[in-house]
């Protein structure tokens, strides 16, 4: 089955994505979308087995994707892909920094290993492969970066690493959309809350555990998918959004704003977009 997008199939017709993290969860389905409103998608991550798998399903479907292996983490190597993407295609009108990663911690039992590692995938890697498609296309061509964060707001009790992390790419994408507006360049964020997608499988047992329960949290009774996270990225990446720079969505269920004083009200009347057929429930919540 084809991807079930909101937007006009052609939008994007011509044109080259590049999504970090596109061999699987929220990535894989942005690739998909992107791809099925005619981005030529370049899908990037480290295992070149999950890229490839993601790239027969998109041609499947008659999408054009092609596969970079590649470390955000690591400046040489992002030079390089952000240089072939180029050189393949001609041009990159558009990056989805999704690649990232985390695991549960307590503040206290946080190595300074540990920390700088997620520090390193979830901010300096977006920060690196950010510039380098501003300083090697966009600064002379424009585009439309989206960072993807987290739900960040209030804190994030046994995820600091990340949540430090992520907060300071909302603040890089507010920095950066200033200062590459003179470009044409628009920088924003989206920040998924809890999402039922292939990352929850990931954590350890405490963790699913506790996952199978957050859903009574959310004001709108449920978790949300992939598809969601992805709509509000193309919204982003389209002409639609030609005034907007340095903003973030929030795709949470409304999370953030549930305080101690109100009472979660179980509710199943929030019904789900599901624009994304071959997605898949994650294993921990079946």
């Not at 099925?36 to 999408?63: C, D, M, P, Q």
């Not at 990159?92 to 520090?119: C, F």
């Not at 193309?234 to 953030?256: E, K, Q």
Request: overall charge neutral; proline content about 5%; charged content about 20%.
């Amino acid at each position: 089955m084809t991807y079930r997008s909101v937007f006009k199939p052609d939008l994007f017709e011509g044109e080259t994505h590049i999504v970090t993290g596109g061999g699987s969860g929220i990535g894989r389905c942005t690739a998909h979308e992107l791809a099925s409103l005619g981005a030529h998608v370049a899908i990037v991550g480290r295992k070149i087995e999950k890229l490839e798998t993601v790239k027969a399903e998109i041609e499947a479907l008659g999408g054009k994707v092609s596969c970079h292996v590649c470390d955000i983490r690591e400046e040489a190597t992002v030079k390089q892909m952000i240089g072939d993407v180029i050189r393949q295609h001609g041009a990159i009108h558009a990056l989805v920094n999704n690649a990232g990663g985390q695991y549960p911690s307590p503040v206290k039992d946080l190595s300074v290993k540990g920390w700088e590692a997620v520090i390193r995938n979830n901010l300096t890697g977006g920060f690196i492969v950010a510039r380098e498609a501003y300083n090697q296309w966009m600064a002379a061509h424009g585009g439309s970066i989206v960072n993807i964060i987290a739900d960040i707001w209030g804190g994030m009790p046994t995820m600091a690493h990340t949540g430090a992390a992520r907060a300071g790419m909302l603040n890089f994408t507010e920095s950066a959309a200033c200062e590459w507006g003179q470009s044409a360049v628009r920088v924003n964020a989206v920040a998924p809350g809890w999402i039922a997608s292939s990352g929850f499988d990931t954590y350890d047992e405490p963790m699913q555990v506790a996952l199978r329960s957050y859903k009574d949290k959310v004001p709108l009774g449920r978790y949300g998918n992939e598809a969601e996270v992805s709509a509000a990225i193309a919204f982003l990446l389209s002409p639609g959004a030609a005034f907007i720079t340095g903003s973030c969505i929030r795709v949470d269920g409304g999370v953030p704003n549930a305080r101690h004083t109100w009472a979660p009200v179980p509710t199943d009347r929030s019904k789900p977009f599901d624009g994304f057929p071959l997605s898949v429930m994650p294993k921990c919540l079946s």
